[in-house]
């Protein structure tokens, strides 16, 4: 899969969990992609400040992403 096919596919898997987020008053944005395994992302609005954040990124974000795209390894919040 190359570089753009990979960023395409998790961009696919964030517009698919985005809804729930957004109906919670929080978003996601996709930061980078890092040697093709490690997806950085920034939550914001409410997502910043919610005590499950770190579950959502892992049981819903993560979980989503390696649906689209089996390589990633690991999905990270970068606070900016």
């Not at 109906?23 to 490690?38: E, M």
């Not at 974000?61 to 606070?79: D, G, R, S």
Request: charged share 25%; proline share 2%; with cysteine.
């Amino acid at each position: 899969m190359s570089a753009e096919e990979l960023k395409s596919n998790v961009e696919k898997a964030l517009n698919e969990i985005r809804p729930f987020l957004q109906s919670d008053g929080g978003d996601i944005n996709l930061l980078s992609i890092d040697d093709g395994k490690l997806v950085k992302v920034q939550l914001v609005g409410a997502c910043t400040s919610c005590s499950v954040n770190q579950m959502t990124l892992k049981s819903g974000v993560e979980m989503t992403i390696k649906k689209y795209a089996p390589q990633i390894e690991q999905v990270v919040n970068v606070e900016l």
